[in-house]
T-cell receptor
Framework: GQQVMQIPQYQHVQEGEDFTTYCNSSTTLSNIQWYKQRPGGHPVFLIQLVKSGEVKKQKRLTFQFGEAKKNSSLHITATQTTDVGTYFC????????FGAGTRLTVKP | DVKVTQSSRYLVKRTGEKVFLECVQDMDHENMFWYRQDPGLGLRLIYFSYDVKMKEKGDIPEGYSVSREKKERFSLILESTSTNQTSMYLCVCRGLAGELFFGEGSRLTVL
């Protein structure tokens, strides 16, 4: 199945800095989902994007779906230590295969 | 939300032993998945099922099999474990809106 490529693999930021992770697909996606996995936990659903160019916000998190529906991003404004974890994207078009994830660490 | 329960949180087995990982969901959903998660490799799809008695291979099915005799139950079977199967195994159920609900995971160590 097709994979979604996710970058970067790791990101270390100072608390208060912004953070962005990107997902890219070579094929058009019907929708894309984002998950967060805290250290020692299991992935938890954050959001699903369906429409071309869609932008959704959850407090300091902004999710975007590209116009061509081949890429997506998750942006966190002013990171906090509670944002630590690994963020995954996943697409149902490929039987829910996940990107490799971006591991975010935040220095207080 | 869907509750996904994995029967074993931690297991330690010796090479060659059989392992049976059971997973139960409480919402009568059709789509269920098994992943393994290893450091640096993300979540890799082993098998999935979209209905009772239906199963499809994921990306890494070798050394694994599955059973879906009832809709709420999706089991992962390791007939003869090897050390490279030491991993965290995650059972997942897809909800009506398409979102995935994860079990707590089963950490298997094969000695």
């Amino acid at each position: 199945g097709q994979q979604v490529m996710q970058i970067p693999q790791y990101q270390h930021v100072q608390e208060g800095e912004d953070f962005t992770t990107y997902c890219n697909s070579s094929t058009t996606l019907s929708n894309i989902q984002w998950y967060k996995q805290r250290p020692g936990g299991h992935p938890v659903f954050l959001i699903q994007l369906v429409k071309s160019g869609e932008v959704k916000k959850q407090k300091r998190l902004t999710f975007q779906f590209g116009e061509a529906k081949k890429n997506s991003s998750l942006h966190i404004t002013a990171t906090q230590t509670t944002d630590v974890g690994t963020y995954f994207c996943a697409g149902p078009d490929n039987d829910m295969r996940f990107g490799a994830g971006t591991r975010l660490t935040v220095k207080p | 939300d869907v509750k996904v329960t994995q029967s074993s949180r931690y297991l330690v087995k010796r090479t060659g032993e059989k392992v049976f990982l059971e997973c139960v969901q409480d919402m009568d959903h059709e789509n269920m998945f098994w992943y393994r998660q290893d450091p640096g490799l993300g979540l890799r799809l082993i098998y999935f099922s979209y209905d009772v008695k239906m199963k499809e291979k994921g990306d890494i099915p070798e050394g694994y099999s599955v059973s879906r005799e009832k809709k709420e139950r999706f089991s992962l079977i390791l007939e003869s474990t090897s050390t490279n199967q030491t991993s965290m195994y995650l059972c997942v159920c897809r909800g009506l809106a398409g979102e995935l609900f994860f079990g707590e995971g089963s950490r298997l160590t094969v000695l």
